[in-house]
């Protein structure tokens, strides 16, 4: 039977000894994913590995991790196509809790900070809604693929920024905001735009690009962050 090698971090920050790799030989099964195969280790060959996951179906976002050098969803990581060698870690930029498990209190608090909610003069109508906020397929396609975002963090980890620099947003919380500056229903164009307008905002984005290239969902912050640009630049 074809095995699979996973050299797994293990951190515990209740041990002398706390970071080490463990390896792992996995029977593989067509079809196999990451978790399954940390799934497999958890439940039968060392059961205090500590993950985190929940849909199992590339949704909720949980169970992202770096698999080979490259932030992946590990439920969404086909073994087959990533190698029968694999070096699990955690994601980068976030603290570390235990194993491949993170802290991710940071980079919610920078998602907030962008207002993720549409902002409207008309409280009363949000409160109360006597009737639709109807928008025509031009102006819904300007942000639709922004909205896609399932905040896993993996763009996070991927940004070169985030690591030198860990006062920036971030391309999750960037082009969260982008996607809701864009939105016709929103109202609050110019306190938006205050929010990344700073030396440590928008403008440190270096366009590495990486951000993109992990995401998950096909989403572009890279692109948003250059749209946010021009927005900023109309002012």
Request: net charge positive.
């Amino acid at each position: 039977m074809k095995t699979v090698r996973f050299s797994v971090y293990r951190f515990d920050p209740s041990s002398d000894k706390k970071e080490r790799y463990a390896t792992y030989e996995v029977p593989y099964k067509t079809g196999m994913t990451v978790l399954d195969g940390l799934l497999y280790i958890k439940e039968r060959l060392d059961h205090t590995l500590a993950i985190r996951y929940s849909c199992r179906m590339g949704i909720c976002g949980s169970c992202g991790m770096t698999v080979n050098g490259l932030p992946r969803l590990a439920c969404y990581t086909q073994v087959k196509e990533v190698g029968w060698s694999l070096k699990v870690e955690p994601l980068r930029n976030h603290p570390h809790v235990r194993d491949l498990v993170t802290n991710f209190d940071e980079f919610f608090k920078k998602h907030k900070s962008v207002k993720p909610w549409l902002v409207r003069t008309d409280s009363r109508e949000q409160e109360s809604p006597t009737s639709q906020y109807l928008q025509s397929d031009a102006e819904l396609e300007k942000y639709i693929q922004f909205s896609y975002c399932i905040s896993c963090g993996l763009c996070y980890s991927a940004c070169p920024v985030v690591s030198s620099l860990p006062e920036f947003p971030g391309p999750q919380a960037l082009a969260l905001l982008y996607r809701y500056l864009a939105d016709s229903r929103d109202q609050s164009r110019s306190e938006r735009l205050k929010i990344v307008d700073e030396a440590v905002g928008i403008w440190r984005c270096h366009f590495a690009g990486s951000c993109s290239q992990v995401c998950p969902k096909g989403v572009d912050p890279a692109l948003a962050i250059q749209l946010l640009r021009r927005e900023m630049m109309r002012g």
